[in-house]
T-cell receptor, first 114, second 112 residues
Framework: AQKVTQAQTEISVVEKEDVTLDCVYE???????LFWYKQPPSGELVFLIR??????QNEISGRYSWNFQKSTSSFNFTITASQVVDSAVYFC???????????FGKGTMLLVSP | DAGVTQSPTHLIKTRGQQVTLRCSPK?????VSWYQQALGQGPQFIFQ???????QRGNFPDRFSGHQFPNYSSELNVNALLLGDSALYLC???????????FGPGTRLTVT
């Protein structure tokens, strides 16, 4: 069975601080996909990134970066120089190869204050 | 390019009633999945439709049923509503060949 754990329930930072959101996953599959989604107060889940299990290269997109480590089954998300607009709930998710259905973690609420 | 749309936005029902939620997928997508998100939790997978057939189902009772139409739009039906069915219901669309799912704004269902 698949499982995604986001141990941090809520994180509060001040604007311009860097923040890392942790994600640990469990799966028996050798091929799988990992995702991060952002859910602002409006409720709509916004896709941020997809990573497949064969690609451990770290990725950077603007102020966002992702660190995928198979050895520790982790897929962590870092926001550099956080902004108030980054305040949202962030979800890490996992899907098996051949199926696009997602198993989500419980989410981490990020509060960025000015 | 229209994204995923859902209707209605909000809905209030009484225990025992039935409800139908609707979803139109993003242009070019042929697969629709439904998720239930209780307050403070991550979304839970209900089922997925492809080519008008239920392709996968999560751990939800038969009171939850769905349908996909030839234009790929989808409905989620819930019968005999319980208080515990109160949640945000999210629809996501994708192409079967790709794994990114794009979500709609959700329908907030309140059962009283």
């Amino acid at each position: 069975a698949q499982k995604v754990t986001q141990a941090q329930t809520e994180i509060s930072v001040v604007e311009k601080e860097d923040v890392t959101l942790d994600c640990v996953y469990e799966t028996r599959d050798t091929t799988y996909y990992l995702f991060w989604y952002k859910q602002p107060p409006s409720g709509e889940l916004v896709f941020l990134i997809r990573r497949n299990s064969f690609d451990e290269q770290n990725e950077i997109s603007g102020r966002y970066s992702w660190n995928f480590q198979k050895s520790t089954s982790s897929f962590n998300f870092t926001i550099t120089a956080s902004q108030v607009v980054d305040s949202a709930v962030y979800f890490c998710a996992l899907s098996e190869a051949g199926y696009s259905t997602l198993t989500f973690g419980k989410g981490t609420m990020l509060l960025v204050s000015p | 390019d229209a994204g995923v749309t859902q209707s209605p936005t909000h809905l209030i029902k009484t225990r025992g009633q039935q409800v139908t939620l609707r979803c139109s997928p993003k242009s070019g997508h042929d697969t629709v999945s439904w998720y239930q998100q209780a307050l403070g939790q991550g979304p839970q997978f209900i089922f997925q439709y492809y080519e008008e057939e239920e392709r996968q189902r999560g751990n939800f009772p038969d009171r939850f049923s769905g349908h996909q139409f030839p234009n790929y739009s989808s409905e989620l039906n819930v019968n005999a509503l319980l208080l515990g069915d109160s949640a945000l219901y999210l629809c996501a669309s994708s192409s079967l060949q790709r794994y990114e799912q794009y979500f709609g704004p959700g329908t907030r269902l309140t059962v009283t």
